[in-house]
C-alpha cells in the first residue's frame, strides 16, 4: 500500500502491527467490526497483533481473524515491540495506546494512537503521526489513505 502526503516522503506500508488490549480488544475480547476491517486490510498488508497477553484471551480472540499472533515476554515489552517492528520493516503501520508502544511508534513509518475505552498513554500519544478516538477509525484511515491527506499533508 503506498501512501503519498503532499509535502512529505512518499511511504509504502507492508505491514500492520497491532496492540491487542486497549487497541483491537477491551477487557480482552476483540471489538465489533474489527475482524470485517482486518478482512479488508489482509489483501493489501500483512497483518501481526503483538500482545503481552494480559487477560489470557489473545490466541481465542485472533482465531478466525487474518493474523500472525506474537505473545511477547511480560518484562522489556517497550523493547520486544520495537525489535519486531525493527525486523519486519521498513514499511510497517501500527496502532496502539500504551506505554509498551512508544518505542514501537517510534520504529515505524506511520503511528496511530488509539484513545478508546482505556485512553492512550501521552508518551506514545506524542510518538504518534495522528491520533484517532476508536480502532476502527484508524483501520478505516488506511483501508481509506486519502483521509490522512488533510491532517498530515505540509
Same mark, same amino acid.
Given at each position: 500500500?503506498?501512501?503519498?502526503?503532499?509535502?512529505? +516522503?512518499?511511504? @509504502?506500508?507492508? !505491514?500492520?502491527?497491532?496492540?491487542?488490549?486497549?487497541?483491537?480488544?477491551?477487557?480482552?475480547?476483540?471489538?465489533?467490526? @474489527?475482524?470485517?476491517?482486518?478482512? +479488508?486490510?489482509?489483501k493489501l498488508l500483512k497483518i501481526h497483533v503483538l500482545t503481552a497477553d494480559s487477560n489470557g484471551s489473545a490466541a481465542r480472540e485472533c482465531m #478466525? %481473524?487474518?493474523?500472525?499472533?506474537?505473545?511477547? #515476554?511480560?518484562?522489556?515489552?517497550?523493547?520486544? +515491540?520495537?525489535?519486531? @517492528?525493527?525486523?519486519?520493516?521498513?514499511?510497517?503501520?501500527?496502532?496502539?495506546? #500504551?506505554?509498551?508502544?512508544?518505542?514501537?511508534?517510534?520504529?515505524?513509518?506511520?503511528?496511530?494512537?488509539?484513545?478508546? +475505552?482505556? #485512553?492512550?498513554?501521552?508518551?506514545? %500519544?506524542?510518538?504518534?503521526?495522528?491520533? @484517532?478516538?476508536?480502532?476502527?477509525?484508524? %483501520?478505516?484511515?488506511?483501508?481509506? !489513505? !486519502?483521509?490522512?491527506?488533510?491532517?498530515?499533508?505540509?
Amino acid at each position: 500500500m503506498e501512501i503519498v502526503i503532499p509535502g512529505q +516522503k512518499r511511504v @509504502v506500508i507492508n !505491514h500492520l502491527v497491532l496492540d491487542f488490549n486497549g487497541t483491537i480488544a477491551l477487557d480482552g475480547v476483540v471489538l465489533p467490526d @474489527v475482524m470485517e476491517k482486518l478482512i +479488508k486490510l489482509n489483501k493489501l498488508l500483512k497483518i501481526h497483533v503483538l500482545t503481552a497477553d494480559s487477560n489470557g484471551s489473545a490466541a481465542r480472540e485472533c482465531m #478466525g %481473524l487474518p493474523v500472525e499472533l506474537n505473545v511477547i #515476554g511480560k518484562e522489556n515489552q517497550r523493547e520486544e +515491540k520495537s525489535a519486531f @517492528v525493527r525486523k519486519i520493516g521498513p514499511g510497517v503501520a501500527a496502532l496502539g495506546n #500504551g506505554v509498551n508502544d512508544e518505542l514501537m511508534f517510534r520504529e515505524s513509518d506511520l503511528s496511530i494512537a488509539i484513545i478508546g +475505552k482505556e #485512553g492512550c498513554a501521552t508518551v506514545t %500519544l506524542i510518538a504518534s503521526t495522528i491520533v @484517532v478516538r476508536e480502532v476502527t477509525d484508524g %483501520l478505516d484511515l488506511l483501508l481509506m !489513505h !486519502h483521509r490522512l491527506i488533510p491532517t498530515l499533508r505540509k
